[in-house]
Structure formats: C-alpha cells, structure tokens
C-alpha cells in the first residue's frame, strides 16, 4: 500500500529541494517526514524508535551540509529512515527490507547520499575519519565529514579506537553523539553514567549557553581571541561537571548537550560547526521513539514491532489455534535459568543483546550472575574467558554475524587456553530481513578451523536444551552452540534433560540409492521432503550430524560404505562449511561417492523472508526434493517389496 507524504514532505524527492524552504518550515517538514515513517512502517514492518528519534537531527543535516559532497555516516542504520526518504526513495520506501527491495540500512550501491554501509554498530567513527583523511590528501579542504554515532554504540571499542586516532589527525570531522540511553535495550556502563552527568548538571548547562553567546560574539575579534576563550571554556567545563571531559580529553571540541528535537537550532549549530576545523564532537539528547508515545514509553518493545494499528497502537499477532513451537532464543533463556538454578557455576553475558537473545529472562530472575557488557563482543568473550578461568561457565550469547567481531578473542582467549565458555551463536544462518549484515553464513566455517572446540547445531527445541546441558558438564572446553533466528518445530519442547556424547550423530532412517547429511534445524526441510519423496517413490535416508566438529566418523564411515550418493544439506556457507568437512572425509579415508552440497552459496546474501532466502539458495524443502529425484531410482510398491 503506497502511503501519502504531507503536503510540503511530497514535494521533497532530495536535499535540494529541502533547502529550497525557509529554516521556519523545518519543524513542519520534521513532523510530516515523522509521520510517513509511522504510516509506512505500521503497515510494512520495520525497525521504528530509533528512526523516530533522529528526524529532526536528519532534517538539519540534510538542510545545513552539502550532501552527497559532505560525507554523512549513520551509524547502524536502523537510525537512517528518515535519511532514506529524503534522498531520493521516499517512493521506494514501501519495500524497506521486503524481498527485491531496498535495504533496511545504508547501502553504497543503493545510493550516492549512503556513504558507507552499515549494519553492525560503532563503525561510523572510523569510516568518516578515513574519508576526511583521504579528503585532506585530495585537497578537498571544504568538504564536511560527518558520524551520526549513538550513545550505546559509543560502549565498542572500535568507536573509541576511532575517536582516539581522530584526536590527532585534525582532521575536518564531526561526530554527533545522539545520546538517547538505548541502543535495542537500555544502555548500561560508565560511558553511559558519564553522559549523564553531564546532561543533568545544571550548573554545566548554564554555562554551555552562556559561553556560546560569547564565542559568538568573540569569534569577530580574530582567532587569538578565540584560542583565549577555548582554554577558558576547557577549564570551566571541567571545574563544572567535577571531572575533565572526556572527549576533550581525545583532543575532540565538545558542544552541547544540545535539544536533538528543535530543528531549527540544530541546522543552525551543524552549519557553524562546519566553520570549525578540526574534530569536534556534538551531544545530541533525543528520545528514542520520539512523537509515538507508546514507542517513547517502551523503547524496546518498539524497536522493531512488525505491523501495528498506528492509531490504538496495537500489535498486529496472528493467534493461533493450537500451540505453537516457541523460539529458540526462548527456549535459550528459559533453559538457562533452568541450568543456573541447579548450577550455581553458570553465568550469562550479552554484548548489548539481552531482548534479542532472551537472556533478560534470566537477568530478571538472577540480576547478578547475568551480564549485559554493552556493544562490545571482543570484551564479552574475553571477559567470559576470565569467568572461565576462576572456574565459572559462562554462556556467552552472541548472534553469529557478531561473532565475526570477535575472532581472535575466541582463539587467543578461550581456545589455546581450553577455558569451558560456552558460545550460543543466535541467528545462525539466514536471518531475514536485515540482510547481508546480519545472516549467519559463516560461524561453520570460521570455527571449524580453530582447535579445541566443539562445534554443535540442534535440529529442534529439545536437542538446543541437551546440547546447552552437555556443555556445562565437568571437564568441557569450548563448546559452541549454533541455532537459528525464529521457531523450532516442538510445542511440547520442555523435556528432562540428557547428557549427549560428543560428536556423536544419529540416523532418523534408513534408505536407498541416496543419503541426506544435515546439521541444524534445516534437518527438519530434510525430514518434510522425505515424506514427499517416499509418496512418489523415493526413499532417501536421513541423517542428523549434530557436531560439525568432531565429526562422527563411525557415522561417516557408514554412510560412505552403504552410498553412492551424499547430499548434505546446511545453513552455512558452502565454501569451508560442513559440506567441506563431508568431502574432506571422504577424500582423506579414500571414498569416492558423490557429493552434492546445499547451503548459502559463495555470495552475499540480501534481504527478505527467511522461506524466501532458503528457496533462494536452494537447500529449502523443495530444493532437497529435487536434488534427490536427480540422483535417486524411483521404486513402485511392487519393487521395494521384491
């Protein structure tokens, strides 16, 4: 359904027709750009608070900067709807993250105003300061370069790492800091006490006001007069706030708090900044949700809440008719504190992702062995690592896609040393509709390769549950669980638990001519196509791996001396994937059979449906289905009897 933009929104396809109205028509054109963000996203899905928040600081960016020849960074992504619809895809914005259409986040090939792209937090910093050096080297001294960074993507250490190199570059760049306190869920950590510090002093906010009519003023004078005013402004900031500044102290200007809701002051202190040389840094207090007051009042239930009445503000579920299986994150976070409660050795930490993960389940029932360390996996794995080695088990849950932020952690951390954490890899495999970003494609791969690990996936709900019991046991390394974003396939999954044997698989059945190998949930595609393939005729077996690493051999061994024909099938990469493993197999004990893999190809990914993301691939039912009929004998009820 293509929704209406206001009167003055619809006549804006692009910043420069924005910059054809009077700065007094900003606060209309925020609150029509607000609207049609509501309209839009209430009937199509999408993220939803964090866009709200920024659209005044969008409006006056667009307006006060050069865009595309001012290089303007988002951070994350799901901040930059309002961005989107003013350059150039309002008309297009109906397919936000639908299948085919455009990307939920910044994307360089879907335009000149995005930058860079962006998915995963705190690279916005980094990635502007590396344009305003390379604008410095071309000799472009007039170009702006500008990171629009949240307070909760400040908590990652390449956010700070970039802040720290900007300090001494002096370089043409602005940070804007749109402190909010949320990143999906509340923020936490000393970052996070220290913005508020400042936003609540009083004293500070008198003086900040103060001063700026001064430099205003001052600034006619000459640059010496100008310098004077700086250390002075220095001084008193941190005479004020009882602690020096910490972006100051990184060499950065500091400016604000400012209100990140009044447009029209903010285009006008973006367009004075731009006079500045130099890092500079603008705090920015917004609220997150802003202008729906349900989304302002849950912040994190309004994240990304799908479809919703935008007039009542209800939830559009679908109620079923009869149980439904749950989520495996949910199954997650009940089994921990099902596990915490008869271990007292287990903790769980999240980088930032306790709703996500469902580890707020148990964070509400044990508050104090539960950890949210902020958007910063590297520091949650080695901080898991230094439970471990006190002789803790720490379940570290972390989204496959943000694993790959912590690699070497992984390695120099927990595996050379042997340290029993436990890794839950969420959204493992294909994800949705956030796209390339966020798919689980390469978590197989990438740890497969590592020594000392135990690398498993569960087919359903009651196996995630043995697997994450097995984990905790006495004597166990690293031990990683994969599972994929969305539902199992057992409404009744609350079971006893029970120990399984490490790298040990199991057959589901036996059967002609060809072999299914899978891992994971997509065991259940294999188990659906079966039962189509032995209505017509075909009878494959099926087997479960559930360890990628160690691999069962016995298992191998008998599928290899029974087959000719292996299909595996997996939600992972094909290159270096578990297909990769089987063939290593067979190449290394001498078989020759053949192999047929399905998975993610050697590609990236786009958005849409999960359903439509598999088809795509071809490793969904249908595309089993086909891969068996191409190699198998079809066989009558008078033959299978013979």
Known sequence: MQVKAGPLLSKINYPADLKQYSDSDLEQISQELRQYIIDVVSVNGGHFGASLGVVELTVALHYALNTPYDKLVWDVGHQAYGHKILTGRRDLFHTNRVYGGISGFPKISESEYDTFGVGHSSTSISAALGMAVASQLKGETDRQHVAVIGDGAMTAGLAFEGLNHAGIENSNVLVILNDNCMSIDPNVGALKEYLTSITISKSYNRFRDDISHVLTGLSKLGPNAHKYVKKIEKSIKGTLL??????????????????????KRLAQTIKDLSAIPGPKLLHCITVKGKGFALAEKDQTKWHAPGLFDKITGEIKKSIPDKPQPPKYQDVFGHTMVELAEANDKIVGITPAMPSGSSLNIMMKAMPKRAFDVGIAEQHAVTFSAGLAAQGLVPFCNIYSSFMQRAYDQVIHDVAIQKLNVVFCLDRAGLAGADGATHHGAYDIAYMRCIPNLVISSPMNEEELRNLMFTAQQENMGPFIIRYPRGNGVMPDWKRPFKALEIGKGRKICDGEDVTLLTIGHV?????????????????????????????????????????????????????????????????????????????????????????????????DKNAIIEAVRKVAIKRTTDSMAG
């Open 523 to 619: 065991g259940n595609f294999a188990v659906e196509a079966r039962a189509e393939l032995n209505s017509e005729g075909f009878y494959p077996a099926h087997y479960d791996l559930r360890f990628v690493k160690p691999l069962d051999e016995q298992l191998l061994h008998e599928v290899f001396a029974k087959y000719k024909h292996v299909i595996t099938v997996e939600d992972g990469s094909l290159p270096g994937g578990v297909g990769s493993a089987i063939l290593e197999f067979m190449a290394d004990h001498g078989y020759s059979a053949n192999v047929i893999r399905l998975g993610i190809p050697d590609q990236f990914i786009e958005h849409g449906e999960q359903a439509e993301l598999w088809a795509e691939c071809g490793y």
């Open 242 to 263: 009882k602690q020096s500044n910490l972006f100051e102290a990184l060499n950065f200007r500091y400016f604000g708090p400012v209100d990140g809701h009044d447009v």
